[in-house]
């Protein structure tokens, strides 16, 4: 399937003024100047909306933008464009380092309106090629998300069973393939533990009984289909953060689903799509003091590459 290119620009002629800004920003060369006026000439677009963006006068509109996804239900959104270095960073690094997982949550239930506000705060990051071919499955209520927790957790039983026989462990490793003796040496006990409490009617020590989830997956066909849905991703934690919401990635979900159609079919996900995160989310139980820090990063400088 080939990314839709379909060009959905139109400009009005009584409001250009020819300033050409449209032209400049525009990266598929969608828009060239004739007699004095911005006319559309190209036979593909990307659609990104910046030539609308950057028009001082509103004479350019792209079609293929929904006014729906920019809608915003639960707050009223500032529409004017934010200059580079007018923001402040000390107030949005706090931000960044105030997320945390959460792992224990109320029961309070959360909106509907909630749930979509995020996904629309989701797409606003940025995608390969803007293909924007990101997927939001919401399981908006503690009866899907426990439902989703029983079938990744048939999903691991059925797996701890195969981590437990040595001579395939052995075997594998031995071909080339040491995932399930890593599996059983880093996370057969724990998963062991958390089945045995799941069992015994005690604590979910994989969705931590959080009210809500999010599955944020991509279309395989899209540019960057992982980067895309990890972008969206970081856009939801940090805004349900904002709204006052607990997040945590699951990535043991992720994990299964990767491994398990029978569990893509429960999402409804189409064959062509891939899962890349899964979202626990509510109102938290947790309340910290402070922000804390992080493991020491490896960052490299290269001044100069040898030519080829």
């Not at 449209?22 to 990104?48: D, M, Q, R, W, Y």
């Not at 380092?97 to 995020?118: K, T, Y």
């Not at 969705?207 to 066909?221: D, G, L, R, S, T």
């Not at 989310?281 to 493991?295: A, D, F, I, M």
Request: net charge positive; with cysteine.
């Amino acid at each position: 399937m080939r990314v839709d290119r379909t060009v959905t620009t139109a400009i009005d002629p009584e409001l250009c003024t020819g300033c050409g800004l449209c032209i400049e920003v525009c990266p598929s060369e969608t828009i060239t100047l004739l007699h004095g006026k911005a006319v559309v000439s190209g036979k593909e677009s990307l659609n990104c909306g910046h030539c609308a963006a950057v028009c001082p006068t509103g004479a350019v509109a792209v079609g293929a933008i929904d006014p729906d996804m920019s809608a915003f239900q639960t707050f009223q959104e500032e529409t004017t464009w934010s200059p580079h270095g007018r923001y402040d960073t000390a107030a949005l690094v706090n931000l960044m380092r105030s997320r945390r997982s959460c792992r224990n949550f109320r029961q309070q239930p959360v909106a509907r309106d909630i749930l979509e506000d995020l996904i629309r705060i989701g797409i606003t990051a940025p995608s390969g090629s803007n293909c924007q071919m990101w997927t939001f499955t919401v399981l908006p209520d503690p009866a899907a998300v426990r439902a989703l927790a029983a079938r990744i957790g048939d999903f691991f039983r059925k797996l701890n069973r195969l981590a437990q026989k040595k001579w395939l462990r052995k075997l594998l490793k031995g071909v080339g393939r040491p995932e399930l003796d890593h599996y059983y040496r880093n996370h057969f006990e724990s998963i062991a533990r958390g089945l045995l409490q799941w069992d015994n009617g005690g604590r979910d020590l994989l969705f931590h009984n959080a009210p809500a989830a999010i599955v944020v997956a991509a279309k395989n066909q899209a540019s960057c289909p992982a980067e895309d849905a990890l972008l969206a991703t970081q856009n939801i934690l940090l805004a349900a953060h904002s709204m006052g919401l607990g997040t945590c990635l699951i990535g043991f979900a992720i994990a299964a689903m990767h491994r398990s159609d029978e569990i893509k079919a429960l999402l409804r996900l189409p064959a062509d799509e891939t899962p890349y995160a899964v979202i626990a989310l509510g109102y938290p139980r947790e309340k910290y003091q402070r922000v804390t820090g992080r493991k020491k990063a490896t960052v490299r400088y290269i001044d100069f590459i040898s030519p080829p």
